[in-house]
């Protein structure tokens, strides 16, 4: 009902009806009527930042287009956040080094992201006595309905623990904004390429996208190169800086925050310079985009003819496109870009490719299993909800002994396994780096040489 009336007064005034009628025995609401209800939003709304309009117009291909979207300001967000008295205790307003000490060997211990080595490295650049306000964007497009896709930005606070960053309540994540969606919803950076029909198109956005996201962020870009003096909850006066730490994003959104080229690009990675047929190669280094290089590559191509140009960003797979992110200290797009474990393993390297090869090997054998097996198969194994620990079992009896494919998603596992560890040290991120050659190693000997060097492009 809400979604066919799009909660208009008639729908809320059929739901209050419905909650103080006879949907609920013995409950009753105190708000009775529609009126009611606007009267208490309207009240609600002073105590949160206030949603306001914007709007961007750009030219394609000689025609202008404006886009129109809802906001936050980030900054009064901001300092709603530090100057709260309930959570100024939690507050982490500086980075930290943590050990962990058995008697005979020092281990550095990460489990919050105030203990990593980035915010070590910014907090230099701002003076150790003033303040760099963390920031986490996440961006995802999804459906929230049917037929309807949008694209919501949430910030969370990185100086807040996770506990309460991540909760719903006071201190955690903030919808700060829709970014408009810009032509047909079901396009992705899968069918981008360097063609110059392609480029053109994927351009427009990443224009309309940087400018929206100026729109927005526009209140903490001179705060980030210059600061603001706030008296914090703990009634203690401080200088504080915002920037961006971590854009937690999928690769489409990595490639309109960092305004690098689609998936089908000569150097697709929003995170270094290796070209596409390289991605597989997880124990080579490959050189990382630097915010200067990437600036400086801009600045070049400003003064040269088309042709030159579109070379020049093809070599560095970029669109040229102004980064907004560039304007705002210590928010380097290239850095903050980072590995999302949902999009990035779960969904990607093993639900969208791992897991159809498993499916594909256990194909051949379909004929010649047992009785238990085949009851098994025919349950069809993609679209099992449930299954007893026997039958995860089968599954297992039916992939090739010793195969590749196996020791595939045994390292898989493991990394997976690693990476999303709350608490980790040193050493596990030592062994990562390892089993992430083996996982190179058993990928490249797998009979199905071609499928996994393609599924490995986009780890």
């Known amino acids: 009902m809400a979604i066919i009336e799009g909660f208009n007064r008639n729908c809320t005034q059929k739901i209050l009806d419905g909650v103080n009628g006879q949907w609920a025995s013995n409950f009753r609401l105190t708000i009775l009527d529609s009126n009611n209800l606007k009267e208490s939003l309207e009240s609600a709304r002073d105590f949160v930042t206030q949603f306001k309009d914007g709007e961007v117009t750009h030219k394609f291909q000689g025609k202008s287009y404006t886009f129109h979207f809802k906001y936050r300001d980030p900054w009064e967000w901001l ?22 000490h058995n008697g005979s060997k020092i281990t550095r211990i990460y489990d919050e992201v105030n203990t990593g080595k980035r915010w070590w490295e910014i907090q230099v650049t701002v003076s150790l006595m003033n303040i760099w306000n963390t920031i986490i964007n996440l961006e995802d497009k999804g459906k929230v309905s049917s037929t309807t896709k949008m694209h919501p930005i ?99 959104e990595g490639c309109s925050t960092c305004g690098t080229r689609g998936a089908q690009a000569k150097h697709p990675c929003p995170k270094c310079l290796a070209e596409k047929m390289s991605l597989c190669m997880l ?4 050189t990382p985009r630097t915010q200067e290089d990437m600036m400086d590559i801009f600045r070049k191509v400003k003064d040269v003819g088309y042709s030159s140009r ?45 897991w159809p090869l498993v499916l594909e090997v256990l194909k051949p054998v379909k004929d010649g299993i047992s009785r238990r097996h085949a009851n098994l198969y025919s349950l069809t194994i993609a679209e099992m909800d449930f299954a007893d620990g026997n039958s995860f079992r089968d599954i297992l009896k039916l ?61």
């Open 79 to 100: 300092v709603d956040l530090v100057t709260d008295p309930t959570l100024s205790n939690s507050i982490m307003w500086y980075p930290v080094e943590k050990y962990l």
């Open 154 to 252: 949430v910030l969370q606070a990185a100086f807040l623990p996770s506990e309460i960053r991540n909760a719903s309540g006071n201190g955690g994540g903030v919808f700060i904004g829709l970014m408009p969606i810009v032509g047909n919803p079901n396009d992705s950076i899968e069918s981008e390429d360097d063609t110059h029909t392609s480029v053109e198109i994927a351009q427009f956005k990443r224009e309309i996208y940087h400018k929206v996201i100026h729109v927005i962020f526009r209140s903490i870009q001179k705060r980030s190169h210059h600061g603001d003096t706030l008296a914090c909850g703990d009634k203690v006066r401080r200088v504080h800086y915002p920037g961006f730490l971590i854009h937690s994003v999928n690769g489409e």
């Open 283 to 286: 124990s080579q280094n490959f």
């Open 310 to 354: 579109m070379s020049f960003l093809q070599d560095a797979g970029l669109h040229f496109v102004k980064n907004t992110f560039w304007k705002i200290n210590n928010s380097s797009p290239y850095d903050a870009y980072s590995y999302d474990l949902l999009h990035a393993f779960d969904a990607g390297e093993w639900g969208k490719h791992l």
């Open 399 to 459: 992939l090739p002994s010793n195969a590749s494919l196996v020791h595939c998603i045994r390292v898989c596992t493991i990394l997976r396994s690693i990476a999303g560890l709350r608490v980790v040290t040193s050493d596990q991120i030592d062994a990562y780096k390892k089993f992430l050659i083996k996982y190179e190693k058993w990928c490249k000997v797998t009979v199905v040489v071609s499928f996994i060097a393609s599924s490995l492009t986009f780890i």
